[in-house]
């Protein structure tokens, strides 16, 4: 059986890829601002695979067993405790609800897990529905997303124009690298600053456009008596003394 039943179209990850790329050149950016070490993390997939399939390598045909046996030989090295040590097989079994025996035969590729076991190891190792059977591909393409995101988030705040290519990739909530992070912050800090403009009143937008719409002899007279009205008037000792004399 491949790892590929529910993987996304192949087009799918070039996409978002290119749109990434698109919104990094934007930004006066490039790949280097991506954390790939955290996707690489996030996907469950060594992280020069991760710039093999960015680089657009295709991936080879994936046996749905050493996907899962890849992943959670991954897990087991990179999801540590905090003294940085690995996860016993007894800390594993009892957190995903299995037997000693049956985590090791896992880790050899020697037991296939049931749906029940698979929920049971995603739970204990806090990772997503469908991370032990995703392909490649396919983990890579949601663990883009989060830094699609971003790159949109800061695009956007920045005042950029992005086109339809950059917006088609369906957005989702999640983490991104850090130089990523404090480019959204410094966005938003300036989006925020900008001093927000008073609603307009509708009867000065009125009065406004009806004194527009007068005749220049008519708003001629009209407007002196505003002027007297707002105090605008110029007091006598100030007004012109070139009159014509009477």
Not at 133 to 159: C, D, F, I, M, W
Request: aromatic letters at 4%; charged letters at 25%.
């Amino acid at each position: 059986m491949h790892a590929a039943a529910d993987a996304p179209h192949p087009d799918e990850l070039s996409a978002i890829v290119t749109a990434i790329d698109e919104l990094l050149s934007l930004l006066g950016m490039d790949r280097d601002a991506i954390d790939l070490d955290g996707i690489s993390y996030q996907a469950g997939i060594p992280v020069e695979r991760v710039h093999a399939l960015l680089n657009g390598e295709e991936a080879q045909p994936e046996q749905l067993q050493d996907v899962f046996r890849q992943r959670l030989v991954f897990l087991r090295d990179t999801r540590v405790k905090a003294g940085g040590k690995r996860y016993t097989l007894d800390e594993i079994a009892a957190g995903a609800g299995i037997s000693h025996g049956q985590v090791g035969y896992l880790l050899s590729g020697e037991r296939k897990p049931g749906f029940t076991v698979l929920a049971g190891l995603e739970r204990f190792f806090a990772v997503p529905p469908g991370f032990f059977t995703a392909t490649e591909r396919q983990a890579l393409y949601r663990s883009l997303k989060p830094v699609h995101e971003s790159l949109t988030h800061v695009a956007l705040l920045k005042g950029k124009g992005i086109s339809q290519l950059a917006l088609r990739s369906t957005l989702a909530p999640g983490t991104s690298s850090d130089r990523l992070g404090e480019e959204l912050r410094s966005a938003l800090q300036a989006a925020l600053s900008q001093p927000e403009p008073e609603p307009e009143d509708p009867e000065v937008r009125e009065l406004a456009d009806r004194m527009l719409s007068l005749p220049a002899k008519s708003r001629r007279r009209i407007i002196p008596l505003i002027k007297d009205l707002l105090g605008l008037v110029r007091a006598e000792s100030d007004s012109p003394t070139d009159r014509p004399a009477h």
